[in-house]
């Protein structure tokens, strides 16, 4: 029988703790994440346990009366996403029970360390008008802002009167499209936004929207567009396309195209007319005038250096920020550099993806929450502490090295990890759904040799991710590694280990596929592991010389073998081939040597083969259609890439492998919802600097 007495600051039940004061629930001891909004809602039912919380209840306790809300998506999804935290169900529910059309009621039994109320465990709304005064800042009046096509499902989100004023929007893609992840940019002073969209046919293309306006606009030559930053006018736009970094001018449509980039990673704009980009996944920074001209180095690496990327100006013009992976793989540093120097100063360490510079403050994301640090140019030096802007909503995505969110004036737009969801989900040759495996946010699928067992990275409510073996027959899953950021398993040749990627810092683990024992590190081993080969070779890829290269390790000598450049690699059923991304596309070569046969053009990704050998599969990363490649081992010969069907792939390129095949010819997809998911706005979020 619940206890019917008021919680105090701490409220326990089960294995969960919840700490009101500090807004934190807590497992065993462990902190799971969980936002505002979820938060708030548990706080309301664990203030009257057994009893029923309307609908009603959490609208006006939640909501300001006079600000447009879509409710009932907004509470839907904080009920979701607590009930994901805690592990309970809508049909079979052990702590919130779901009365239709009514409300919700806790129903676990709890018990109470203090006898102390809190009443702050759902914030004081009295001050929510002020949040109209911010949608006004942005040209979007709150009795038209449905029309504009952003949904504004949460307002006056934190949990004191001081960040009333907060406001939060979803801002939809344009109809029959998609939001390219990661690609977006607000203007620097925050007024339209910049972003990547597919249409259904897959092909992408750059946008601009006023944030207030109804109508995005598409620009003509952008079609691939990637990684979209601003000039400090707001007049033009750098992105990434076809490995060129190019310009386009909003006013005349005028696109320039200035510098290869094969696989780019950033690019700023200073106010001298100076673009700083980073080429590669590997290797140096580089400048070029905005006007055109011949690229140089900037801050100069060493080969097999960390590469540099992200680059951002600073106000000056001059100098500017950037990241470089740490040497143990936890996350990056953060480093200042001027134009025309060699002088280097760190900045911060443990940031993940980039960091940008506005409102005289670093942005940037740690342990999943975007951060914001006051930072004097003057000094090159952060001050202070840093202050949380959107908590637990910026997690490590399928593709690595991003962070999705972007800062203007006054304005943030992220995508929140609430609403990218993900689910393997089988797949018939013809395109067609046949049901989903696991949980939202599991990934990296890897079916066992004999196709009884599925291992994957499956996702953790507290930020991190175990390896998991899920048995297909009996629906039991059992983790085999626990509590890191484990990620990308490759089965061994029988069936019985399972190779890993433990970490950021890219270590390489071991375990057995049935956890009979505990995890061990492989040597000194650092990359991705793909494959092993029948006579107990380890296939991985990593860094290798300012390039990524292939490798493999054999257990009974301990030797490294270097491979050459190329990533994803797979050998043949029969062991006589590797299949392999190269830097030009997908290729086969005989192994240990042999004829080679070029499979796709640049673009292709994630090579699989087929279990009996005879046709190759992979990703067409610009429109996510899966390709099929009839291979004839005895001609040496393939056929020409068809189309099976087209994917929503949670990521394509340098993601590790996101499908599988199983033996009767079935897709094993992490694939996104089919609804597209929204980007965020932000608006008021100043007021959480003081």
């Given at each position: 029988?619940?206890?019917n007495e008021p ?9 969960f703790?919840?700490?009101?004061r ?16 979820p ?34 998506r907004?509470?839907?999804k ?49 001050e929510?008008?002020?949040a ?9 009046p ?22 009333a ?7 939809l ?30 092909t ?5 929207r ?59 704009w ?28 900037v ?17 000056d ?14 996350g990056?540093?953060?480093y ?5 120097s ?20 670093l ?11 006051s ?14 802007i959107v908590?637990?909503?910026?997690i490590?995505?399928v ?31 013809d ?12 990934r ?24 998991c073996v899920?048995?297909?027959?009996r ?8 509590g890191?950021?484990d990620?990308?398993?490759a ?16 270590h390489?683990f ?5 956890a009979s024992?505990p ?11 793909t494959d092993?080969s ?11 010389h300012g ?11 301990g ?13 043949s ?22 004829q ?7 673009g292709?990704?994630q ?17 996510k259609?899966?390709?099929a ?8 010969r393939?056929?020409p ?6 994917t ?38 100043t007021?959480?600097?003081?």
């Amino acid at each position: 029988m619940p206890v019917n007495e008021p919680p105090g600051s701490d409220v326990r039940f089960g294995a969960f703790e919840v700490d009101l004061r500090a807004g934190e629930l807590r497992r065993h001891g462990r902190r799971i994440k969980l936002p505002d909004q979820p938060f708030q809602v548990l706080a309301m039912l664990l203030e009257r346990p057994g009893q029923v919380v309307t609908r009603d209840e959490l609208q006006k306790r939640l909501w300001s009366a006079d600000t447009f809300v879509d409710f009932d998506r907004g509470l839907n999804k904080a009920i979701n996403r607590l009930r994901e935290a805690l592990g309970d169900a809508a049909d079979d529910p052990r702590h919130i029970e779901t009365l239709p059309k009514r409300g919700y009621r806790f129903i676990a039994s709890i018990e109470s360390s203090s006898a102390e109320a809190l009443a702050v465990a759902v914030p004081d709304r009295h001050e929510a008008p002020r949040a109209t005064r911010w949608l006004k800042r942005f040209g979007l009046p709150v009795a038209t802002v449905a029309g504009l096509g952003l949904a504004v499902w949460l307002t006056s989100v934190g949990r004191s009167a001081k960040q009333a004023n907060v406001v939060r929007a979803s801002i939809l893609p344009p109809r029959a499209t998609s939001f390219v992840p990661h690609q977006f940019a607000l203007s620097p002073d925050g007024t339209q936004l910049a972003f990547s969209a597919a249409d259904v046919g897959g092909t992408r293309a750059l946008w601009v929207r006023p944030l207030s306006s109804a109508v995005a606009r598409r620009l003509d030559g952008t079609a691939g567009a990637a990684y979209p930053f601003w000039s400090p006018d707001n007049r033009r736009i750098g992105f990434f396309a076809d490995r060129k970094l190019e310009t386009i001018d909003l006013v005349d449509g005028t696109v320039r195209t200035l510098s290869d980039a094969r696989r780019p990673r950033g690019g700023s704009w200073s106010t001298s007319g100076v673009i700083l980009f980073a080429p590669d996944v590997e290797g140096a920074l580089f400048q070029v005038p905005a006007s055109g001209g011949t690229p140089e180095p900037v801050v100069q690496t060493p080969p097999g250096a960390a590469p540099h990327s992200w680059p951002a100006f600073l106000p000056d013009g001059r100098h500017f920020l950037y990241v470089v992976p740490d040497a143990d793989g936890a996350g990056s540093r953060l480093y200042a550099a001027a134009l025309n120097s060699s002088s280097l100063t760190p900045i911060l360490d443990r940031v993940f993806g980039m960091v940008v510079y506005s409102a005289n403050h670093l942005f940037f994301v740690r342990g999943g929450t975007l951060m914001a640090q006051s930072f004097s140019v003057e000094q090159l030096r952060a001050t202070g502490s840093a202050v949380p802007i959107v908590e637990h909503e910026l997690i490590e995505g399928v593709e690595p090295s991003t962070s999705d969110f972007s800062v203007g004036d006054g304005a943030v737009v992220f995508q929140s990890s609430l609403d990218v969801t993900s689910r393997l989900t089988w797949i018939d040759p013809d395109g067609r759904e046949l049901g989903v495996v696991g949980k939202a946010g599991d990934r990296d699928p890897a079916l066992s040799p004999d196709g009884r067992l599925l291992a994957m990275s499956c996702a953790d409510v507290s930020e991190q991710s175990d390896i998991c073996v899920y048995d297909l027959e009996r629906g039991v899953t059992t983790h085999v590694t626990h509590g890191g950021m484990d990620r990308f398993p490759a089965w061994s040749r029988d069936g019985r280990t399972l190779a890993y990627r433990a970490g950021d810092a890219a270590h390489v683990f071991e375990v057995p596929g049935d956890a009979s024992a505990p995890p061990h590190r492989i040597a000194d081993l650092t990359g991705v592991p793909t494959d092993w080969s029948q006579d107990g070779r380890l296939l991985f890829f990593r860094p290798e010389h300012g390039t990524v290269a292939l490798a493999t390790y054999l257990a009974t000598t301990g030797g490294i073998s270097s491979v050459g450049p190329g990533s994803e690699a797979q050998f043949s059923p029969d062991g006589r081939w590797l299949l392999y991304g190269g830097q030009q596309g997908i290729e086969v070569r005989g192994w240990p040597q042999g004829q080679h046969i070029q499979i796709s053009a640049y673009g292709g990704a994630q090579p699989r083969w087929s279990r009996d050998g005879r046709q190759i599969f992979y990703i067409d990363a610009r429109t996510k259609n899966l390709m099929a490649v009839g291979f004839d081992a005895a001609s040496v010969r393939a056929t020409p890439a068809r189309i099976l069907f087209q994917t929503r792939i949670a990521a394509a390129a340098l993601a590790g492998f996101q499908y599988d095949v199983a033996h009767d010819g079935r897709f094993l997809i992490n694939s996104l919802l089919a609804d597209s998911p929204p980007l965020t706005l932000l608006i008021g979020w100043t007021s959480r600097l003081n």
